[in-house]
């Protein structure tokens, strides 16, 4: 059948029932018609690789919580956000919602970072991917595992109400231009199967020491609010007037008067900058248990906040909260540019230096013909349990311009 007609029998019903709306973005496919077959094996060593990870970033995360601001600092996190961050509703799980990225390599599976903040390709993973199986009549890897959405929701609501936050309004909110983003939003809300309701981020207000929104001329507070907008780009953010409202929200949330979610602890662990100091520790055969040290030396990367790969390795350097790909450049051991993502918007950031490693290569028929790429496993964390996979496929370096490819369990 021809591939045209096949992605429009899967992708149109989505489209119509408004639930997955951006299966073409940036006037090009992203949502591809074609599957990728996995053997059980895959979903199983990514779900245990996440949940052993998930802890040492856990422990990690509540030991920075304990030290003094240079620490955070030094993690690339801004003087503004340290108070937040220390706000930990959940001993031993640093998000709700996080996503680990890996690679297949020949030492095997590589984790290359942690998007524990607000990660990305849930209603890809835990929604379409399923309606992509069903058509195909193939076994989906993430098969009812929507529900623990619902409990991971559930779990955190009632932990912040028995630490006495009020949880009468409770908003979700996104970007409302961003297909993508909204769309990601609606779902999560349909699934927390909260009493709550879905604002733009444009119609939040601050008013008297509270985050609200505006219904019939009246500023109602919100308690808790789930948000699809990242912390480090929040904390820069100003009015037209030059006040500080992102800086003012998280004064809200550091005090106590606003309950967020994911927690803004999950940015300690969005860091980069974090890795750097595990593998340091690592190497040091300090904090780390002897279980947790094998751990990171089978699934974690060597990486540095000075390059050590210099004249010895080809390697990575990464803006510690760089997102779909930006800024990130790719080297050959004598410095040499093999690959390189020109957006200049997080310049300013600290960078880390990570040992290169090559992506798994495919081949996949997609709209504009047989396609070749690299790619990238995403694997889902859900109050620190393993949960939905989910696969990308692009160039050397995963931008927004990388394709989603169903994955299939043979």
């Known amino acids: 059948m021809d591939y ?22 940036y006037g090009k496919e992203y949502a591809l018609a074609s599957i990728y077959p996995i053997s059980p094996q895959v979903k199983e060593e990514l779900g245990y690789a996440s949940e052993q990870l998930g802890e040492i970033f856990a ?24 108070a937040a961050a220390r706000m ?20 095997g599976w590589k984790m290359l970072e942690f998007n524990s903040d607000t990660p990305g390709g849930i209603v890809e993973a835990f929604y379409v991917n399923g309606k992509v199986c069903s058509y195909y ?21 009632k932990k912040y109400i028995e630490l006495d936050y009020d949880a009468d309004k409770i908003v979700f909110s996104s970007l409302e231009w961003h297909p993508e983003d909204v769309g990601t939003t609606r779902y ?50 100003q009015d037209i007037d030059g006040f500080p409202t992102g800086a003012a929200v998280l004064k809200l949330i550091a005090e106590g008067n606003l309950a967020l979610i994911n927690p803004p602890a999950a940015i300690i662990a969005q860091t980069k900058a974090l890795q750097a100091l595990i593998w340091n520790l690592h190497e040091m055969g300090e904090y780390f248990t002897q279980k947790q040290h094998e751990i990171i030396e089978s699934y974690m990367i060597p990486t ?25 450049g790719l080297y050959a051991a004598d410095g040499s540019v093999l690959a390189r993502d020109l957006c200049d918007s997080f310049s300013d950031q600290v960078v ?44 050397r370096i995963t931008d927004d311009a990388s394709y989603f490819l169903p994955i299939c369990v043979e």
């Open 4 to 25: 045209l007609k096949r992605r429009e029998e899967i992708y149109k019903p989505l489209r119509d029932e408004g639930i997955f709306t951006w299966d073409w973005m």
């Open 59 to 82: 422990n990690m995360v509540e030991a920075i919580q304990m030290m003094d601001d240079q620490i955070f600092l030094e993690l690339g996190i801004a003087k503004d956000m340290i």
């Open 88 to 107: 930990a509703p959940l001993p031993g799980i640093t998000t709700v919602i996080g996503r680990f990225d890996f690679a297949k390599t020949n030492k």
């Open 137 to 157: 009549g193939k076994q989906d890897p993430n098969f009812n595992l929507e529900d623990g959405i619902t409990q991971a929701f559930e779990q955190i609501i």
């Open 188 to 237: 999560l809300l349909n699934r927390s199967q909260l009493d709550a309701s879905f604002v733009p981020l444009k119609d939040l207000r601050l008013y008297k020491d509270k985050l609200c929104v505006l219904i019939e001329n009246q500023f109602v507070p919100i308690d808790i609010l789930y948000r699809l907008h990242p912390l480090s780009v929040l904390n820069s953010e």
């Open 304 to 328: 540095y906040f000075e390059n050590r790969f210099l004249g010895h390795s080809p390697y990575v350097v990464k803006p510690v909260f760089g997102r779909e790909g930006g800024g990130i």
């Open 352 to 395: 880390i230096y990570q040992q290169m490693i090559e992506l798994e290569n495919v081949k996949t028929e997609t709209f504009d013909g047989m396609y070749e790429g690299y790619l990238l496993w995403g694997s889902f964390l859900l109050n620190g349990k393993a949960s939905a996979i989910n696969a990308r496929l692009g160039g």
